[in-house]
């Protein structure tokens, strides 16, 4: 069964290395109402499939700048659109065979702001014709929920608040206790009030996964009522909350509806937090009914996946910070 145990872990660990690389970019500057400036970055992987981005066809690009930057290959064009860009379509190709994903920028000379996440070909973004609030938050709300099914880091630390209520009341508790926290973090440095800390966000999100595992597996310790504690969990949810403003700082709020596209953003990450919670509660409370001694099983399984992943995320992050900070000296 151990062996399982690792081989899973192992399987596991390649999709969560490929997922903390970044996207491809697709970044559009409006210097006027039809000329823009153009930015393509995408990994340098030999031997991979390169996504490449599709353009509007009444749009003339000049000619290209090329540059490495890090690990990525860089792009640079002018870009003329006689008509604008309102209601233009934009794809990007590749996506599909080098099983990456690309992040679509476009800031307008007026202010004006959209981002798309993009993951498969012939997956398009079309530039509304008028932004109103209401379209501003309904593409944030969309991007907090996808943000959120897609950050397994994110997803095995609420497995562990799951794992670790004793009762659907500690349940509600741990869980309001981390949206409070990431929420007010999230608030905070998208607003400019903190800044951004992302360079040991991420080892800092690992150790929380890795404290719930270790928590969990006192299985004595992790059924009595009294050990859940709710601060603890708050404060948790601080360091989320950082962790999900770099993304949104990634994909930018619209200058005109910041406040609109922070609360969409963060209801949108609760709303996917609740669909994964009830939906693995749900398969908990199915395997129930099939076997008494299969919930266990499924219990240590995923304390198992949690500490492996934790431990392997932990010293990835850790060698990524050491490395970068011989680099500063």
Same mark, same amino acid.
């Given at each position: 069964?151990?062996? /399982?145990?690792?081989?899973?872990?192992?399987?596991?660990?390649?999709?969560?290395?490929?997922?903390?690389?970044?996207?491809?970019?697709?970044?559009?500057?409006?210097?006027?109402?039809?000329?823009?400036? &153009?930015?393509?970055?995408?990994?340098?992987?030999?031997?991979?499939?390169?996504?490449?981005?599709?353009?509007?066809?009444?749009?003339?690009?000049?000619?290209?700048?090329? %540059?490495?930057?890090?690990?990525?290959?860089?792009?640079?064009?002018?870009?003329?659109?006689?008509?604008?860009?309102?209601?233009?379509?934009?794809?990007?190709?590749?996506?599909?065979?080098?099983?990456?994903?690309?992040?679509?920028?476009?800031?307008?000379?007026?202010?004006?702001?959209?981002?798309?996440?993009?993951?498969?070909?012939?997956?398009?973004?079309?530039?509304?014709?008028?932004?109103?609030?209401?379209?501003? /938050?309904?593409?944030?709300? !969309?991007?907090?929920?996808?943000?959120?099914?897609?950050?397994?880091?994110?997803?095995?630390?609420?497995?562990?608040?799951?794992?670790?209520?004793?009762?659907?009341? %500690?349940?509600?508790?741990?869980?309001?206790?981390?949206? &409070?926290?990431?929420?007010?973090?999230?608030?905070?440095?998208?607003?400019?009030?903190?800044?951004?800390?992302?360079?040991?966000?991420?080892?800092?999100?690992?150790?929380?996964?890795?404290?719930? #595992?270790?928590?969990?597996?006192?299985?004595?310790?992790?059924?009595?009522?009294?050990? !859940?504690?709710?601060?603890?969990?708050?404060?948790?949810?601080?360091?989320?909350?950082?962790?999900?403003?770099?993304?949104?700082?990634?994909?930018?709020?619209? %200058?005109?509806?910041?406040?609109?596209?922070? &609360?969409?953003?963060?209801?949108?990450?609760? !709303?996917?937090?609740?669909?994964?919670?009830?939906?693995?509660?749900?398969?908990?409370?199915?395997?129930?009914? !099939?076997?008494? %001694?299969?919930?266990? /099983? #499924?219990?240590?399984?995923?304390?198992?996946?949690?500490?492996?992943? $934790? /431990?392997?995320?932990?010293?990835?992050? $850790?060698?990524?910070?050491?490395?970068?900070?011989?680099?500063?000296?």
């Amino acid at each position: 069964m151990k062996k /399982v145990f690792v081989l899973l872990i192992a399987l596991l660990a390649s999709p969560a290395f490929a997922h903390k690389l970044a996207p491809s970019l697709l970044e559009i500057e409006g210097s006027t109402a039809q000329t823009f400036d &153009v930015l393509w970055r995408t990994p340098a992987v030999s031997g991979a499939v390169s996504p490449e981005p599709v353009f509007p066809a009444d749009c003339q690009l000049g000619e290209p700048r090329q %540059q490495a930057v890090g690990t990525s290959m860089e792009w640079h064009w002018a870009m003329t659109c006689p008509e604008g860009l309102e209601g233009k379509t934009f794809k990007v190709m590749g996506l599909t065979a080098s099983r990456t994903a690309a992040l679509l920028k476009i800031e307008l000379a007026d202010g004006r702001s959209y981002s798309q996440l993009l993951r498969r070909d012939g997956q398009s973004y079309t530039l509304p014709k008028e932004s109103g609030t209401l379209a501003v /938050v309904w593409q944030y709300f !969309v991007l907090g929920i996808e943000h959120i099914l897609i950050g397994l880091d994110h997803l095995l630390f609420v497995t562990g608040l799951l794992l670790l209520a004793a009762s659907w009341k %500690q349940l509600l508790v741990t869980v309001t206790a981390f949206t &409070v926290g990431h929420s007010v973090t999230l608030a905070c440095v998208s607003l400019g009030v903190i800044p951004e800390v992302a360079s040991w966000v991420e080892l800092a999100i690992a150790a929380t996964i890795l404290y719930l #595992a270790i928590e969990l597996s006192y299985q004595r310790l992790a059924r009595h009522s009294g050990r !859940v504690r709710w601060p603890v969990i708050a404060i948790f949810g601080l360091i989320h909350g950082l962790g999900f403003a770099s993304v949104l700082d990634e994909l930018g709020l619209p %200058q005109n509806d910041i406040l609109a596209g922070l &609360v969409a953003f963060n209801v949108g990450i609760e !709303v996917g937090q609740l669909l994964f919670v009830a939906t693995l509660a749900l398969l908990f409370a199915l395997l129930v009914k !099939v076997s008494q %001694q299969a919930a266990p /099983v #499924a219990r240590g399984a995923a304390v198992y996946v949690m500490g492996g992943m $934790a /431990v392997f995320w932990c010293l990835e992050r $850790a060698e990524g910070l050491l490395l970068s900070s011989f680099y500063f000296f």
